[in-house]
């Protein structure tokens, strides 16, 4: 498997006014509405970054964050925090049904947040037994990472949808 090995020499980033990461690589193209993503997340968070355009065609991939001047990998690890930002939900204090939606009262590790979601099967994946990911209308994911360590009432609340 080949690689497109992105250089530090040829690339180019800017973030855009919307917030969103822009690529120039020289003599090749330009990306708009980039994503960046790791390849090896657990094991290598700052190696084998990938970069894929908005139609999620694959750019390139950065080595080590460490080998990019400190203004662009400042850039492109806070595009990775927004996207890997996963709160833990550690209490449910109340989920009310609304319209086809839900709306969730709970505690996270970095405090209290009110969220809505889809239809519960839409909205809850299960990734492996008594764990589950959450995904809010907006997107944003949070993880019950055991339900068995939530307090009876959040447990009961939750196994209520």
Not at 134 to 152: A, H
Request: charged share 30%.
């Amino acid at each position: 498997m080949d690689f497109n090995f992105l250089e530090p020499k040829t690339t180019r980033f800017e973030s855009a006014p919307d917030g969103t990461l822009r690529v120039q690589v020289e003599g090749d193209r330009c990306g708009l509405r980039v994503e960046v993503l790791r390849a090896l997340p657990l094991k290598h968070p700052e190696q084998y970054i990938v970069l894929r355009d908005g139609a999620s065609k694959e750019i390139g991939v950065l080595r080590d964050l460490k080998e990019w001047p400190a203004d662009v990998s400042t850039l492109l690890r806070e595009q990775l925090r927004r996207r890997y930002f996963l709160p833990q939900i550690t209490a449910i204090n109340a989920v009310t049904d609304r319209f086809g939606s839900s709306v969730w009262d709970v505690e996270t590790d970095r405090g209290p947040r009110s969220l809505t979601t889809r239809q519960f099967n839409e909205a809850m994946f299960e990734v492996e037994p008594n764990r589950y990911l959450l995904t809010d209308i907006e997107g944003n994911r949070y993880e019950i990472k055991n339900l068995q360590k939530l307090d009876e009432a959040s447990r009961a609340r939750f196994l209520g949808k």
